[in-house]
């Protein structure tokens, strides 16, 4: 890759643009000259502890706990990633990186670094992973200006007013849109495997191919940032919320399988493996705690009805995708697991650093899943014998606190952290102006419509 520092007539003088993710999944950054980038290309570039400490209304976190790099006001480093330099567009390069202490240190609950650890966990059993995301968003005619002054409310859906999936019958606009987004994902070197409309007017998926964990998670925050700036480019807007409208919800499900020298270890003859078993046995341990980090805001708990896509039941299945993990087996290099519990408002970090988390308890605990779920997962009684997806922020917050597994895998620094950010966002929707009662509150429809 060629160094943006190094001006040639080919390669004249350019910004470049620094990117990583908050906690909540948004994209920050600064835009640095090319004299400044070179200058701190390797220490890094000051960014203020802050904003691990503010919420979507840049509002400060109060009740959980200060460590001792975080405080005043300090600075973190940004340090980027050199291989993950493209050229943005003309004029501007953008580059994606981690936060680091002044002590050559990870900032311990920054979002890449985690999925950096657990793919070292991993690697020390032999194991690479790869994986895959579907990425479900919702186009509205309206402009991001129009939209804001609407408040988000009664927009007009790109492509026609009608509900469907896999028709062809969206309108040119809405084509012409996703047309555009691929186009702009292969300039930037994302690859791409599909797009579709989904179930709600407006809606697509856009199937990122498959990589490793922590490129994938760099391409899924990228193709988020393309997709909004294609729509502001065409005077139309786009959300990743959970839910943007009171009709279907949007999730981002997460495929994953991992190889030994090359060879896919979830595949066996007709069945799963004893090593994806175990994976799923992780999986399904940790995931009332997942959900807090996996559905992090208010609006992703109103995804969870019956009979409407996502999995309400913590629960597995062999090509059952009612079910939370769908196992697909029998081919040697399509075996893999399917983890369907992600909405599309999470940070893409965070969700692989969960997912990661839950399969490396399986395998290194030996943890043995239940009995695979082979009707509908939807709408089964609640016995004790399959166990229902914590439905509010609340239940999967306290969840995730008492949850051994992922406090060990996680750290307790960053389970702390999050409980203590997700409880503050339950009050803030029920001290200023939420309605737990609507189908989609105006609340949550101005806090979360443009974020992450």
């Not at 990633?81 to 580059?95: A, I, R």
């Not at 990228?222 to 279907?248: I, L």
């Not at 039941?313 to 995708?321: E, F, H, L, Q, R």
Request: a negative charge; one cysteine or more.
């Amino acid at each position: 890759m060629s160094d943006p520092t190094q001006v040639t007539e080919a390669r004249p003088a350019r910004t470049v643009r620094l990117e990583a993710t908050n906690h909540e999944g948004s994209l920050l950054g600064k835009t640095v000259s090319l004299a400044k980038f070179a200058s701190g290309k390797e220490a890094g570039f000051a960014f203020a502890d802050i904003l691990f400490a503010i919420d979507l209304s840049n509002e400060i976190v109060l009740g959980d706990a200060f460590p001792d790099w975080r405080g005043n006001i300090y600075d973190i480093q940004m340090v980027p990633d050199m291989s993950t330099l493209v050229e943005w567009k003309p004029g501007m390069d953008s580059v994606i990186g981690d936060y680091w202490l002044k002590n050559g240190e990870p900032v311990p609950i920054c979002p890449r670094n985690l999925v950096r650890r657990l793919l070292a966990r991993l690697a020390g059993h032999g194991y690479t992973a790869s994986a895959a995301v579907e990425i479900e968003a919702t186009l509205f005619e309206e402009s991001v200006h129009e939209a804001r002054a609407k408040e988000y409310r009664d927009l007009t859906p790109l492509g026609g007013s009608t509900g469907a999936t896999y028709h062809l019958a969206r309108s040119k606009d809405w084509v012409d849109y996703m047309e555009a987004v691929t186009a702009r994902l292969d300039s930037v070197g994302i690859a791409w495997e599909a797009w579709t409309d989904e179930a709600a007017p407006g809606q697509t998926e856009l199937n990122i191919a498959v990589t490793d964990p922590l490129t994938l998670c760099d391409n899924w925050a990228r193709a988020r940032q393309v997709m909004r700036e294609v729509a502001f480019e065409r005077g139309h807007t786009v959300s990743f919320m959970a839910k943007p409208t009171a009709g279907f919800g949007q999730g981002a499900h997460i495929n994953l399988s991992l190889q030994k020298d090359g060879v896919n270890q979830f595949f066996a003859e007709d069945a799963p493996s004893d090593l994806m078993l175990h994976a799923i046995g992780g999986l399904l341990a940790t995931m009332e705690g997942a959900t807090s980090v996996v559905m992090p805001q208010i609006t992703s708990y109103r995804r969870l009805v019956d009979l409407t896509g996502p999995p309400t039941t913590v629960s597995w299945g062999v090509n059952n995708k009612s079910a939370a993990v769908r196992a697909i087996t029998g081919h040697p290099k399509y075996s893999r697991l399917e983890y369907r519990l992600p909405g599309s408002d999470v940070n893409p970090y965070l969700t692989l650093a969960v997912v990661l988390a839950g399969v490396l308890a399986g395998i290194e605990k030996d943890i043995t899943p239940p009995e695979q779920v082979t009707d509908m997962a939807w709408c089964m009684p609640e016995d004790g014998v399959v166990k229902r997806i914590p439905d509010t922020m609340s239940k999967a917050g306290a969840a995730l606190d008492a949850d051994p597994l992922l406090r060990e895998y996680l750290g307790d620094e960053f389970v702390d952290f999050w409980v203590a950010s997700r409880r503050w966002e339950w009050m803030e929707f029920h001290t200023k102006g939420g309605d737990p009662f609507a189908e989609l509150s105006a609340w949550e429809s101005r806090r979360y419509f443009e974020f992450p």
